[in-house]
């Protein structure tokens, strides 16, 4: 199972051309990995205020297949990967049934008040599980 949201591309997302700008690709990306974490029950601003902990970027590996353009409905599914103490979010995004982007976003689990990452909790890793079934 997976996370599925549609991005509706906005004239605002574009360039002169009509085309999405890739940052604008990366912001719909971002704006998924929010949307998950809020639909798991662990949105992002609760994890460092009720949780003292963080999951921040590590790496992202994207590769851009096909253009989008103003108008256009991309249907963006996320499926995570829960490792000890990090999480892989794999992106798959499609227009009229074509992929137009994929890759992966990695993140660390951190305390708030330290470096280095440490495990996930048990809590929050059968949320990334159930996500993932």
Same mark, same amino acid.
């Given at each position: 199972?997976?996370?599925? #949201?549609?991005?509706?591309?906005?004239?605002?997302?574009?360039?002169?051309?009509?085309?999405?700008?890739?940052?604008?690709?990366?912001?719909?990306?971002?704006?998924?990995?929010?949307?998950?974490?809020? &639909?798991?029950g662990w949105p992002f601003w609760e994890?460092?205020?009720?949780?003292?902990i963080g999951l921040p970027l590590v &790496?992202?590996?994207?590769?851009?297949?096909?253009?989008?353009? *103003?108008?256009?409905?991309?249907?963006?599914?996320?499926?995570?990967?829960?490792?000890?103490?990090?999480?892989?979010?794999?992106? #798959?995004?499609?227009?009229?049934?074509?992929?137009?982007?994929?890759?992966?976003?990695?993140?660390?689990?951190?305390?708030?008040?330290?470096?280095?990452?440490?495990?996930?909790?048990?809590?929050? #890793? *059968?949320?990334?599980?159930?996500?993932?079934?």
């Open positions: 199972m997976s996370f599925t #949201r549609t991005w509706t591309v906005r004239f605002s997302d574009t360039d002169p051309f009509g085309i999405a700008h890739y940052p604008r690709l990366i912001d719909a990306i971002h704006e998924t990995s929010d949307m998950f974490m809020e &639909s798991i994890l460092t205020e009720d949780h003292g &790496s992202m590996d994207f590769d851009f297949e096909g253009q989008v353009n *103003a108008g256009d409905e991309v249907e963006i599914e996320l499926t995570p990967e829960v490792g000890d103490s990090s999480v892989r979010l794999d992106y #798959r995004a499609t227009h009229d049934g074509a992929v137009v982007f994929s890759g992966t976003e990695h993140r660390v689990c951190v305390p708030v008040d330290g470096d280095g990452g440490v495990p996930v909790p048990d809590d929050l #890793r *059968a949320a990334f599980e159930a996500a993932a079934d």
